[in-house]
């Protein structure tokens, strides 16, 4: 029962992947909405993964459309 992510924040460099695993019992859908990269994903379930690129540095939060108390932010690097 955590209905958060594992960390708080994360640092990587353009092009690396963050892969999300739903280690909970409940849905999830993720998604970063920004001007310069946006993702959205479907609900996943427990067990199910993602994998998302970040392809543009900047700073972007992750946050779950069904927990909105839910946030990772996320550094990327050039
Ligand atoms: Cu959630």
Redesign the pocket.
């Known amino acids: 029962m955590k ?1 958060n992510f594992d960390r708080s924040e994360v640092s990587l460099n353009v092009g690396e992947i963050i892969r999300f695993t739903n280690e909970d019992e ?5 998604y970063v909405e920004s001007k310069d990269f946006s993702f959205d994903s479907d609900e996943k379930g427990p067990g199910e993964e993602l994998d998302v690129e970040f392809p543009v540095p900047g700073h972007f939060t992750v946050r ?1 459309g ?2 909105p108390r ?1 946030g990772l932010d996320v550094s990327v690097e050039k």
Request: aromatic share 10%; glycine share 0%; with cysteine.
């Open positions: 209905r409940f849905l999830h859908q993720i779950c069904i927990h839910m």
